[in-house]
């Protein structure tokens, strides 16, 4: 269709860590690499197939049942890969960093929702249309700390919530401890220091469960609209196995 007269050249991805190892020993050669004639391709024809067909597959137009069972399947194996990294920090990142102790915000890309270049972002109201039982709840603390003001993107969970186990009790407990550790100062408290009441506790158990639950949200719109309609099963099916069990745990550790 082209004649032949096609040229692909494949770079890492800006903020992946392939992308800043390969600007870390000499800034100036990797600038050379990059405007010289000479491009670098693919390693191997295999790795181009898996490219164009994750572009086709995400084209909003395109007809999921118009398309074969492998590419499918990539889509899905896709998916999978990306979901550990955004339950953990709300963002994507890399899927080798998720099991990292800490992961640099430039390392990390905002969520955008499918079909846009808008960040995908839950708001206080949608929260209370979707669980109605704690809408008065969240709105009276919503008067003291402004929720929508929480940034899902600065929630780092610490460690890959996307397989818990029995084993992971420790990490929760870690991880509702940085909750708190938030919690305090935006409640105009010091942790150490301030005395706490039953009130700050219960409001801490409000504030949990809003974070908690707005994660989820966003996982499972961001989930829904990356598999599209003809996969939405799968997408249930991802969100129960490794997004329903996340919100489990922490609510049992607190």
């Known amino acids: 269709m082209y004649a032949g007269q096609v040229t692909i050249n494949c770079t890492p991805p800006f903020g992946t860590v392939e992308y800043y190892q390969s ?10 690499r990059i405007v010289r004639e000479r491009a670098t391709g693919f390693s191997t024809g295999k790795a181009f197939v898996d490219c164009l067909r994750i572009v086709l597959a995400k084209n909003s137009i395109l007809d999921w049942t118009s398309m074969d069972k492998s590419t499918q399947h990539f889509v899905v194996a896709d998916t999978k890969q990306k979901l550990s990294g955004i339950l953990r920090t709300g963002c994507h990142v890399s899927l080798p960093l998720v099991k990292d102790k800490t992961i640099p915000s430039h390392l990390k890309e905002d969520v955008l929702r499918v079909g846009s270049q808008k960040r995908l972002k839950i708001l206080l109201r949608e929260m ?4 109605p039982g ?8 919503n008067d003291i700390i402004p929720l929508d ?3 899902d993107e600065d929630l780092d969970m610490g460690f890959d919530a996307s397989s818990l186990t029995s084993k992971d009790v420790k990490m929760v407990q870690k991880t509702i401890d ?3 550790k938030l919690f305090l100062p935006l409640r105009g408290k010091t942790h150490g ?8 506790q219960n409001d801490f158990d409000l504030f949990t469960a809003f974070v908690l639950r707005r994660r989820k949200i966003k996982v499972s719109r ?5 598999l599209g309609g003809h996969l939405s099963e799968v997408g249930t099916q991802l969100e129960q196995r490794h997004v329903d069990p996340f ?3 922490m609510s049992r550790c607190q």
């Open 193 to 200: 220091s301030s005395r706490l009441t039953a009130g700050d």
């Open 128 to 131: 209370c249309e979707a669980f």
């Open 23 to 32: 600007m870390e020993n000499d800034a100036a050669k990797a600038l050379l």
């Open 247 to 249: 919100i489990t745990y």
């Open 222 to 226: 961001w989930l829904h609209g990356s």
């Open 134 to 141: 704690f809408e008065s709840k969240w709105m009276a603390l």
């Open 178 to 180: 940085m909750l708190f």
């Open 149 to 151: 003001n929480v940034k």
